[in-house]
């Protein structure tokens, strides 16, 4: 992945990390003997899961091992959808509009990342076979076209900056076989920003997604034609947001709304993240920031909310709630929220660290 980016996706959990570093840690679970294969063609394992959540839970206390689960949004019917061996990192789940596929980064220990897929019950895990060789450093946060025709994500490109800036790290759309490589970003970004977790509308005609710039690290929402035309900023870059999803509702009030969380390499001294929304459709970015609308509070705490991600017809939100204690090990469960904040349920009730959601139809 980026290096800039690891650092600042990784930057709440890891800097909550450093503070409750005093605590005990616990024994790491026995290495699983399930390999990642490269395959070109493939057939799902059972049914779609409709309405099942999907998420990353930390296997052990170093956090260098995690693995994919999934769950029905009262909790029920837990599965382990993937079993990575010893320091490879399965993050950024995200379900094929059809239910049937789960598509996610593997963080290998090289450091590099792929795309792996797995069926939606889980089972042998393929590596999709996107052209990434030297100085190609990897494929991060994927994301599903409408149709589930094509994916979507960010080819992280060599050499690397002594800051960790990346030479680029921009949207690119493939088929999921991996064939018909083409570049989304737009043309001549490079070296000033990167684009990573793009999510599009419902027709296919537009799609949100996270812009970083790389002279101070700061990330904002933006909003572009699937031609890379008609870029518009959404959130202001003060407000470092990050993890961006986009309502597929086709009608009522959450309509092309976006999710995010606030401070996505860590909050401010005093804050805590939270959960907000702001319409795709605003513009100018002044009228953008008068329409932002939390969904948490924080305030300063202890509290921390972060990894928002939309239900399939745009009427609740899962969310990570967690909990970064001096000298206690790091709690994390996955939660599910109204547009407005109110009904929260809890979905994930784990000893170990649960984050980043992603809802499947």
């Known amino acids: 992945m980026s290096q800039r980016l690891a650092a600042l996706g990784a930057g709440a959990i890891l800097t909550a990390l450093a503070v409750a570093a005093s605590a005990p840690a616990t024994a790491a679970p026995a290495p699983a003997t399930a390999a990642v294969t490269r395959a ?109 025709r094509r994916i979507v994500f960010t080819r992280v490109m060599g050499p690397f900056a002594p800051s960790g800036v990346a030479h680029s790290a921009v949207l690119y759309t493939a088929r999921p076989d991996g064939s018909g490589l083409r570049r989304l970003s737009q043309r001549g970004i490079e070296p000033v920003y990167e684009d990573y977790h793009a999510r599009f509308d419902a027709s296919g005609k537009y799609l949100i997604f996270l812009r970083l710039r790389n002279r101070d690290g700061k990330t904002a929402v933006f909003r572009m034609r699937c031609d890379g035309s ?44 939270d959960i907000a929304t702001v319409p795709a459709t605003c513009h100018p970015l002044a009228a953008c920031v008068r329409k932002i609308r939390y969904v948490t509070r924080n305030g300063s705490g202890p509290q921390t909310s972060f990894n928002p991600s939309w239900s399939p017809d745009g009427q609740r939100i899962a969310f990570t709630q967690a909990l970064f204690a001096s000298g206690k090990p790091p709690a994390g469960e996955i939660w599910t929220t109204g547009p407005d904040g109110h009904g929260r349920q809890q979905v994930s009730h784990s000893p170990r660290f649960d984050f980043r959601p992603d809802w499947g139809r």
């Open 40 to 148: 070109v063609a493939y057939q799902p394992h059972g049914p779609a899961e409709a309405g099942r959540i999907v998420w990353t839970q930390v296997l052990n206390s170093q956090f260098t091992r995690a693995r994919l689960v999934s769950a029905r949004p009262d909790g029920s019917g837990f599965r382990v959808l993937t079993r990575p061996g010893p320091k490879r990192f399965d993050i950024d789940a995200v379900v094929s509009p059809d239910g049937r596929w789960v598509l996610f980064e593997r963080d290998l220990p090289s450091g590099r990342s792929v795309l792996g897929m797995v069926g939606a019950g889980g089972g042998r895990v393929h590596v999709v076979p996107v052209r990434c060789t030297d100085p190609c450093a990897g494929l991060d946060n994927p994301g599903w076209a409408p149709d589930g």
């Open 230 to 273: 008609q870029i518009r900023q959404l959130t202001p870059w003060r407000l470092a947001a990050d993890v961006p999803d986009l309502s597929l509702a086709s009608g009522g009030p959450t309509r092309n709304l976006v999710v995010f969380e606030t401070f996505g390499q860590g909050p401010p001294k005093g804050r805590e993240q």
